[in-house]
């Protein structure tokens, strides 16, 4: 049906993205002792020193331009990755991701210019729930 359908390519979205975080030397692949890395971040315990390389890779791959800074935009665009696990209809996804993201940024956003740094971009993974979805 459509909705499985739906369902399929939200995860497909969130699975790309996972790859493109295991995928540390950005060649498209998965050699193999990426993929066990890969493996081991979801299988094992993690120390604050994991998290935080964990959350670096995210902004690295959210700051496609290398202003060493992400919008509302390039987050926005993690965020419904990480709601489509949660709310199914794309327009509610939005809604909430818009939401989450105008708080988000009220409170982790420390220059106030709606662009946040790597360390601004840290401080809300460690401060939020949701982000513990993508450690597994």
Partial sequence: SEEILENI????????????????????????????????????????????????????????????TISKKELKKLYKALLATVAKDKEEQSILASTVIKENFDEYDSSKTGFMNKEDFIKLCKGEDLFDALIL
């Fill in 9 to 68: 390519d939200q995860m497909g979205k969130m699975f790309k993205f996972l790859f493109q975080i295991f995928d540390e030397n950005n060649d498209g692949k998965l050699s193999f002792s990426e993929f066990i890395m890969g493996l081991s971040l979801s299988a094992t315990e993690k120390n604050d020193n994991d998290k935080v390389k964990f959350y670096e890779k995210i902004f690295e791959i959210l700051d496609k331009d290398n202003t060493k």
